[in-house]
């Protein structure tokens, strides 16, 4: 399978809730980043894991965590929602990191009402 | 300051134009400078990347890097209106990839 998809597209939750974002990777990669994209904003770097290790993180707090799995694929979940939590959250997996071979999946909007 | 500025427009050309977009970043240090483009509703997909200075051209599309200004290009030469999207520039720092606010464009026939 080629692409990143991301489940679900959209959810709404209430403000205290926790909540799961789901990424598969493009097959054959090895490194997975998750962003941040608030309205009319660029994406913020959350985290990236490698081969399913934490490899670096983004300024977010820690209710912000994630998991990446045997088959690449991966989670972000993020605990004590609050209204600023609201975005388009992206998944983006590449091969070892590459610096330039990011291939991103269409996101989950998440409102936070 | 922001390491990735962008100025985030609109911008509204008609088709046929030659588009500019710009951003300027703050740390010397960048080497990796990525655009992309995000159709609404869409994840960002890279379009164009370079390494240090200097220009890469990839169809109607050209990147170019000014090291010694901080300074990104992209230029859309024949404008199309399936080019209507948002564009972001980026650059990479340990893993981290830094990007603009982006750049609303919309090409009208």
């Known amino acids: 399978e080629t692409g990143v998809t991301q489940s679900p597209t959209h959810l709404i939750k209430t403000r205290g809730q926790q909540v799961t974002l789901r990424c598969s990777s493009q097959s054959g990669h090895n490194t997975v980043s998750w962003y941040q994209q608030a309205l009319g904003q660029g994406p913020q770097f959350i985290f990236q894991y490698y081969r399913e290790e934490e490899n670096g993180r983004g300024n977010f707090p820690p209710r912000f965590s994630g998991l990446q799995f045997p088959n690449y694929s991966s989670e972000l979940n993020v605990n004590a929602l609050e209204l600023d939590d609201s975005a388009l959250y992206l998944c983006?997996?590449?091969?070892?990191?590459?610096?330039?071979?990011?291939?991103f999946g269409s996101g989950t909007r998440l409102t936070v009402v | 300051q922001k390491e990735v500025e962008q100025d985030p427009g609109p911008l509204s050309v008609p088709e046929g134009a030659i588009v500019s977009l710009n951003c300027t970043y703050s740390n010397s240090a960048f080497q990796y400078f990525m655009w992309y483009r995000q159709y609404s509703r869409k994840g960002p997909e890279l379009l164009m990347y370079t390494y240090s200075s200097g220009n890469k051209e990839d169809g109607r599309f050209t990147a170019q890097v000014d090291k010694s200004s901080k300074y990104i290009s992209l230029f859309i030469r024949d404008s199309q209106p399936s080019d209507s999207a948002t564009y972001l520039c980026a650059t990479i720092d340990n893993n981290d990839m830094r990007f603009g606010a982006g750049t609303r464009l919309t090409v009208k026939p």
């Open positions: 983006a997996s590449s091969w070892d990191g590459s610096n330039y071979g990011y291939t």
